[in-house]
């Protein structure tokens, strides 16, 4: 009987092991739904409550790229594998170019689409730069433990090394896209937790996300490549895209949500020009499981 368990057990990894990115693009989107699809339906059509009183409680669901990379891992090739993965945690020996590439792509997005709004004339004259200063350590610290702590040990961590040993770095970019646009779906009931508060949740603000998470999968693999796999440049460059608008509007006053929608088909426009043209420089230039 136990001769058949190990039997079965090695039949099982081996499968895995033939198939890693499916069994881990599955318990990826089975960790986080599992959580958080009944999570939704409690607190947001039984008990009606909003998704700040929440927040605490919303965390955990958000690690299902991160918590499925160290399960997987540890499956395909155990404690070293793990050490292996977490080190591009560490790797911080990157050109510098990249340090602010990371930093300021974001926010210099977000000012080149206000300043070609109806919103610019209300933002330079209202613009309070203390509040600004003030605002950056806040929402930095507010925007790490999300997304990018919670998501990029796996999608750039795990999942783009074993995509871009079959595929190339763009189609690579576009299936992680496209994967890691849906994996929210529980999320789009929560205003700005992925879709932004202003719009309604509809096909097309869907759209309009999963354009704008493509073109960022596509610059995200631009980083990633070209700095050798480094997940901890990959986290600043999460941070500071989720943390840009916050850090912005904190000094600005409120748009209207006509002037919100303006900036944002403005800023997805930059990001797909942007994304358009690292698609030259990532041909050829992958990083691949060692």
């Not at 190990?6 to 092991?17: M, N, P, Q, V, Y």
């Not at 999942?159 to 871009?164: I, K, S, V």
Request: hydrophobic share 55%; proline share 6%.
């Amino acid at each position: 009987m136990l001769m058949k368990q190990k039997t079965d057990e090695g039949i099982l990894r081996k499968f895995i092991a033939k198939h890693p990115l499916f069994f881990y693009f599955f318990l990826t989107y089975a960790i986080t739904w599992v959580f958080l699809i009944p999570f939704v339906y409690i607190w947001r059509v039984v008990l009606d409550q909003s998704f700040e009183l929440w927040l605490l409680v919303f965390l955990p669901g958000a690690y299902g790229p991160t918590i499925a990379a160290l399960i997987m891992t540890h499956l395909l090739k155990g404690k070293r594998g793990i050490r292996d993965l977490l080190a591009k945690l560490l790797l911080w020996r990157v050109r510098w170019k990249w340090y602010f590439f990371v930093i300021l792509v974001p926010i210099t997005l977000l000012i080149l689409a206000i300043s070609l709004s109806d919103f610019r004339e209300m933002a330079l004259a209202s613009f309070i730069p203390d509040k600004l200063l003030a605002a950056i350590p806040l929402y930095l610290l507010i925007a790490l433990p999300f997304g990018p702590l919670a998501e990029e040990l796996g999608w750039r961590g795990f999942a783009l090394p074993r995509l871009q040993a079959r595929f190339t770095p763009l189609v690579s970019s576009l299936i992680i896209g496209v994967i890691w646009t849906f994996w929210h779906t529980p999320m789009f009931w929560f205003p700005g937790a992925a879709i932004p508060s202003f719009l309604e949740l509809s096909a097309f603000s869907i759209l309009l996300y999963l354009i704008q998470t493509t073109a960022e999968a596509i610059l995200f693999t631009t980083v990633f490549n070209y700095t050798r796999g480094s997940v901890l440049i990959a986290i600043v460059f999460h941070m500071t895209i989720n943390a840009s608008e916050n850090i912005l509007f904190s000094a600005l006053p409120e748009p209207s949500s006509t002037q919100q929608m303006e900036i944002h088909i403005l800023m997805i426009t930059f990001l797909c020009i942007l994304a358009f043209v690292c698609t030259f420089f990532i041909s050829g230039r992958q990083v691949v499981p060692k």
